[in-house]
């Protein structure tokens, strides 16, 4: 998985910044390693965090509404964790508007994808999120990482045009 997040990381070309030499790609490519250990390891964490606070809902609600506001809590969790620890790019209404459109679109593509698994391909409740989960993490990845490489960008946009 990692390396399929990585193939699509290398072909997102607008966002990489112009190499001089072979020295300036490796350190290119470290980074980005990271980034992408840091975005699993947040995930994770987020993860985590959201089926623990899904739990605790659960006792008190129904289960559609403790998964509206789980996921709704992890929006929030995934947006601070991306713009501090992920991608490092700052506060910026793209990034808030990223976090957002990758959520949302993350949830109609697993409702939808969770639903043909089931019903058309027979496959088991469980087994169907598991292969929603791990088809998400990429697409996900290539949202956000576009809207902080193009926040980040404005930021020095902005920072050049006040010298």
Same mark, same amino acid.
């Given at each position: ?34 980034? %992408?250990?840091?975005?699993?390891? +947040? =995930? ?7 089926? &623990? !606070?899904?739990?605790? $809902?659960? /006792? ?22 991306? %713009?501090?620890?992920?991608?490092? +790019? =700052? ?7 990223? &976090? !957002?459109?990758?959520? $949302?679109? /993350? ?57």
């Amino acid at each position: 998985m990692i390396r399929a997040i990585i193939s699509a990381h290398t072909m997102n070309f607008r966002s990489a910044p112009p190499m001089q030499t072979q020295t300036d790609r490796k350190i290119y490519q470290q980074q980005s390693v990271w980034e %992408i250990i840091r975005f699993l390891a +947040s =995930g994770t964490l987020n993860t985590g965090l959201t089926y &623990v !606070i899904f739990l605790l $809902l659960i /006792q008190l609600s129904s289960p559609s509404i403790a998964y509206t506001m789980s996921y709704s809590v992890g929006i929030i969790i995934a947006y601070l964790l991306n %713009i501090f620890f992920v991608f490092r +790019s =700052g506060h910026s209404k793209r990034m808030v508007a990223a &976090v !957002i459109a990758s959520y $949302l679109l /993350q949830y109609f593509y697993g409702l939808a994808a969770l639903n043909i698994l089931i019903k058309f391909f027979l496959l088991p409740a469980f087994f169907a999120m598991a292969v929603v989960i791990i088809t998400a993490i990429p697409l996900q990845y290539l949202i956000l990482r576009s809207a902080a490489a193009q926040a980040l960008a404005a930021k020095i946009h902005e920072g050049m045009d006040n010298d």
